[in-house]
């Protein structure tokens, strides 16, 4: 699914994300739920207020999540297993709420990037979080 091009776009894209991955996967969850209020039904515990300390810590998690997909981008489905066990099998998310998320970051890219999120990069990021999000949804089957 991901070309060698993809791959490398990919690559450089996370290194300038580096440092502020914690910050736009706190945004990316932040925006889900503004713009997505159904997500929130599987976050019935948090404090979903902006600036919460749950959901700034739920997007370091989803922040780290895709950065060791892309250090495993010749394997996100192993990268990503035991993710996609809990998300399936304890949390039982709606597999669609992956695409939503990865819309959300996309937005948060583009914002914080400006110019530097090119349309390349968006285009390889869109396909990497596409895989990710098959793989999310890969044990629903």
Known sequence: MLTADDKKIIA???????????????EALQRMFITYPQTKTYFPHFDLHPGSEQVRSHGKKVAAALGNAVKSLDNISQALSELSNL????????PA???????????????????DYTPEMHAAFDKFL???????AEKYR
């Not at 596409?130 to 999310?136: D, I, Q, Y």
């Open 12 to 26: 450089q894209l996370w290194e300038k994300v580096a440092g502020h991955q914690d910050e736009f996967g706190n």
């Open 97 to 115: 709420n992956f695409k939503l998320l990865a819309q959300c970051f996309q937005v948060v890219l583009a914002v914080h990037l400006g110019k």
């Open 130 to 136: 596409s895989a990710v999000a098959a793989v999310l």
């Open 87 to 94: 998300h399936a099998y304890n949390l039982r998310v709606d």
